[in-house]
């Protein structure tokens, strides 16, 4: 519970907005709720067609009930994460034991991807437990003659859809394939369920919204929604320098840390079982054909974003609850060599994150002394994962049921970034309070513009809490000056000193320093000159 709670709930709304995604949600939500139109989203009073509207109401029900802030609008995605965690113990229990689902529920827990997405006002743990959770259902309804299951399983997908889109029929249909091919017996099982009437159903639950937006917007749906943010977003390369092929097989490396080793292990070791004529259980493979369709899908995409990827999350954290109940109940085995080297390796990982951690805080990083505290504690459960999994496993003895000194870490690197980190980076945010400035000041007719404000340009949008004309050129930015209505902008202090060169009356009315880019590196003691951003009005 203790680490329930820091993951998912601790401090939850206390760091404002500063990414566009999250700000860009949130903003939508509440227009929402504006409106009274809770089925076609808007943003900034304009049709936003990124994704269908079943996040954003869940999202605009949390701000009904906490009003509009951020708490409100990072509430469902720390639900939608404890959903997912409740749906990986549940799956582990039933398919494979106790133990297995409650160890991978606690390392989900513990990952960076859900303590990170958990505080992020998007969708993607939302999506995941309706994704995971629908396929859970079809697992159990398949591999456990539970057929009644799938039914739950099929309106979960709905959700999914309603969700993100048509990704989750995608992933799910690719996991489907890969299985059936896989397993002679997967094939049975899984084309025993009632996949034709699924279909129907899913049809029935999610098609109203699609086609009532058709009806509403007609081709301007099918060309925002449809063609732009899936067909082109997927097969074309629209953005530069995007990752190569191998971007999220370092990301799962990166996040599964200090349990890398076990999945790999694990890999190796099923590789090898087949390779001497072995078969794998169904509910291994299962796993394995979900991972490789979450992974390949998104690789092949021509954009990618590291988060795209979370789905996979739980799967890969039941195979590491396989392998850490393998080791106990059979330590010394040929079968999980690879396992056992990859949970020896945990101890030394955390020990070495430490030392790193360390390093970064006393030579890099400008934050409190106290601080160091976090990776102290890191190295001494390393160390104590190091005695208690290596030595005791060569001495025959079997690991500890739960690794509760690698949680202990992560724990307290998790309660490090919300007690230290997120409060330093709360100051160097400036982009909010201008906001919250132009909000106060100007009047009922007066206009609001954001120049070139780039990533800050959502959050500008939420703190102001009204239209925004954003200006994105010289040109557009001469002509809205030009105009005789009183106007507020924000800006960076060299576009103001450029453009009164030009000859425009501008004056400034409040500036403040702060980060331009959200990246860490604003913590870092030699960090770049802070940006100045300042709030302009007619000179005149």
Known sequence: MVLLYVVLFWRLGTPTFWDPDEAHYAQTSREMIESGDWLAPYYNDEPFFDKPALFHMLQAAAMGVFGPTEYAARIVPALGALALIAVTMWLGTVAASRGVGLVAALLLTASPGVFGLARYAILDTVFTAFVFGGAACLAVAALKDRPRLQWPGYVCLACAVLTKGPLALALCGLTLVLACLASHDLRRRLLGLNWVRGLVLIAIVASPWFLYMYQRFGQDFINGYLLDENIRLFATSRFAN???????????????????????????????????????????????????????????????????????????????????????????????????????????????????????????????????????????????????????????????????????????????????????????????????????????????????????????????????????????????????????????????????????????????????????????????????????????
Request: with cysteine; proline share 7%.
């Open 242 to 540: 995007q990752p190569g092929p191998w971007f999220y097989f370092q990301i799962l490396a990166t996040g599964l840390l200090p349990w890398t080793g076990i999945v790999i292990g694990r890999l190796i070791d099923d590789i090898v079982a087949v390779g001497r004529g072995e078969r794998l259980d169904a509910f291994e493979i299962l796993l394995w054909a979900w991972i490789s369709a979450v992974v390949g899908f998104f690789t092949l995409s021509a954009f990618k974003l590291d988060h795209y990827v979370f789905p996979a999350a739980p799967a890969l954290c039941l195979l590491c609850g396989r392998g850490w109940a393998d080791l106990r109940a059979t330590p010394n085995a040929l079968r999980h060599i690879g396992t056992r080297v990859g949970a020896h390796l945990v101890g030394p990982v955390l020990v070495a994150m430490g030392v790193g951690i360390g390093y970064f805080l006393i030579a890099r990083l400008e934050l409190p002394r106290i601080a160091t505290v976090v990776p102290v504690v890191i190295t001494l459960c390393g160390a104590a994962l190091t005695v208690s999994v290596n030595i005791q496993g060569r001495a025959g003895g079997r690991p500890p049921r739960l690794p509760w000194f690698g949680l202990t870490a992560l724990a307290s690197a998790y309660a490090g970034l919300i007690l230290f980190a997120l409060p330093a980076l709360e100051h160097r945010k400036v982009v909010p309070e201008l906001a919250r400035f132009v909000a106060s000041q100007a009047g009922a007719n007066d206009r609001v513009a954001s120049y070139r404000l780039n990533r800050w340009s959502p959050v500008f949008r939420f703190y102001v809490n009204r239209h925004v004309v954003p200006l994105d050129s010289v040109a557009e930015a001469a002509a809205f000056f030009d105009a005789a209505q009183p106007f507020y902008c924000v800006m960076h202090r060299a576009a103001y000193d450029e453009f009164v060169a030009q000859g425009k009356p501008l004056r400034i009315l409040r500036q403040l320093d702060g980060i331009y880019a959200t990246s860490g590196r604003a913590l870092w003691r030699r960090r770049l000159s802070p940006a100045e951003f300042v709030v302009v009005t007619p000179a005149r």
